[in-house]
């Protein structure tokens, strides 16, 4: 198996970009990707897109043919391109699909991207499509939303581990602080505790700030053989690690519902590729889809022991300048959460960190950094650990 | 969602029909064709649950999907049946009322509806017990 570099990202701003189409923002990020690995793009031998519900968001499937025909790598190259779904983990998939085809030796150069449109639809759409993520038959059915299922998962935690209202609501707090030094970020404003305690009730406890907004962008990175990365970029960021883990779709089928089973999985899978611990950590990208997320994540990945999350949150241990700075692009809650994309936006944030362009956002000195894409209520998670140094 | 796929989970929706491992004897909701624990050694039979158990958890939602064409806002639950396995339902009650831990009883209820013309959906639905 062959060691993989990422050599080149792109992403387009967040946000709510009703007069751009699907295909105009996935191959704005691929044209920005190429540009920055200095490719032309006749070199791309494939390409993963990684897009959650293309038909029920803008009634269109065949993503894959659809993306190759508009970067213009279907009629002249005919590259193989596969679309990559798994819910809101479908982009981290996607790179995890193309990281699988370099390492294996099939292909050299290859193209992960991810895309999602969600507001050509109507939010109550939105909902029932989201919702999808989530067990049809046996979730949907009885009324459940996807915040819902999420506010479930709080409720627990709360009455487990006293995880409390301000606890949660410090996530936001210190997604949209780290938000308005991200150029790209839906919503670029610092709120309080009592702007999201006070909000709109979604799903008790939740109120429209604790959940990710409804957002549409893409993001595109370039993946090619470690040992090549030098001769198309001087700062290369490498894969030490990659871990993809399944658990039941349905939330209620759980051992235990204030831990993500899939997200340990897949958090220790690429730690153990990787060759390190969360203390070797230097920021990470977690899937803040609802507060309470984060503070699942960053206990399931072993930055903090089951229930220290939401006090760690409080007391600043995850903010830029913290023990382990969490979410410094603004996360999915304040830089927007375009659910196909999310994973590789994710992947864009860590190599500009990993780069030391990342500006007012920038964690001191980082070397290693991890994201941690999760689908749907835990049903499918992804880990991806890079670095600025090459594996010895 | 169509005639053929609601009719198709009729027994377990209107009885709360799930699975009994005869090997190891755990129980299942909704009804599985494998044991997760016992796979190919497991021996699935229908079984029928009492319809008794406690809330785990809890939710009151106010922002439902469009779908949705029940009142709002509404409380939803992870309940535990008396045999073991979770199932997320509605419970009929007060948003104030609702605790974890509280003893609940299954009940027969409509759920929802295609449209004006389409099917009406019923099945199982919880109030405090
Ligand atoms: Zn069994």
């Known amino acids: 198996m062959r060691d993989v570099a990422i050599i080149g990202v792109g992403c387009t701003k967040f946000g709510e970009m009703w007069e751009r189409s699907f295909r105009d923002i996935v191959v704005e990020a691929g044209a920005q990707a190429i540009g920055d690995a200095k490719l032309n793009g006749e070199e791309i031998e494939a390409m993963y897109v990684g897009n959650m519900s293309g038909g029920q968001f803008v009634s269109q499937e065949h993503i894959g043919s659809l993306i190759a025909d508009f970067t213009g790598l279907a009629s002249t190259f005919h590259i193989p391109a596969t679309r990559v779904e798994a819910a809101c983990a479908s982009g981290g998939l996607a790179l995890r699909n193309a990281i699988i085809a370099v390492a294996s030796g099939y292909h050299d150069v290859v193209v992960a991207a991810g895309v999602e449109k969600m507001t050509d639809v109507e939010t109550g759409v939105t909902v029932d499509a989201l919702a999808s993520a989530a067990d049809r038959e046996w979730e949907g059915f009885m009324g459940a939303t996807f915040p819902a299922l999420y506010a479930m998962v709080a409720r627990l935690h709360m009455h487990r581990y006293g995880t409390t209202r301000d606890q949660l609501a410090q996530v936001a707090v210190k997604n949209h602080h780290n938000a308005v030094n991200n150029p790209r970020a839906q919503f670029r404003n610092e709120i309080t505790l009592d702007t999201v305690k006070n909000a709109t009730m979604v799903s008790d406890p939740f109120t429209l700030f604790d959940c990710s907004p409804i957002t549409d962008g893409a993001a595109a990175v370039i993946v090619a053989p470690a040992e090549d990365a030098k001769k198309y970029t001087d700062s290369p960021v490498y894969v030490l690690g990659s871990g993809q883990a399944t658990d039941t779709i349905s939330l209620h089928n759980r051992a235990d519902f204030c831990t993500f089973g899939a997200s340990v999985a897949a958090g220790q899978r690429a730690y153990e590729m990787a060759h390190v611990t969360p203390n070797d950590i230097d920021l990470c990208e977690v899937h803040d889809c609802f507060t309470i997320a984060e503070i699942l994540a960053i206990e399931d990945l072993g930055f903090f022991k089951k229930g220290q999350g939401g006090p760690a949150t409080l007391a600043g241990e995850t903010a830029i300048g913290g023990k382990i700075p969490i979410n410094t692009s603004g996360g999915l809650k304040a830089c927007g959460h375009p659910v196909g994309a999310t994973g590789i936006k994710q992947a864009v944030e860590c190599v500009e960190q990993l780069r030391g362009t990342a500006g007012k956002r920038q964690v001191d000195g980082a070397k290693i950094a991890m994201t941690h894409n999760v689908g749907g209520t835990g049903g499918t998670a992804v880990c991806h650990i890079f670095s600025n140094e090459r594996r010895k | ?129």
Request: aromatic share 12%; charged share 25%.
């Open chain 2, 1 to 129: 969602m169509g005639v053929p796929r609601f009719w198709r989970e009729i027994p377990a929706r209107y009885n709360l029909i799930g699975s009994k491992c005869e090997t190891c004897g755990a129980f299942y909701f909704p009804p599985r064709r494998f044991c997760p624990e016992c796979r190919r050694q497991g021996k699935m039979a229908p079984y029928q649950f009492k319809g008794t158990g406690e809330v785990v958890t809890y939710t009151t939602i106010y922002t439902p999907g469009d779908s949705w064409i029940g009142g709002k806002p509404y409380v939803l639950a992870i309940v535990k049946l008396d045999e073991g396995p979770h199932l997320t339902t509605q419970v009929i009650c007060d948003p104030a009322e609702v605790k974890i831990g509280m003893r609940v009883k299954k009940v027969f209820r409509k759920i929802g509806e295609d449209g004006d013309k389409g099917m009406i959906h019923y099945g199982t639905k919880f109030v405090p017990a």
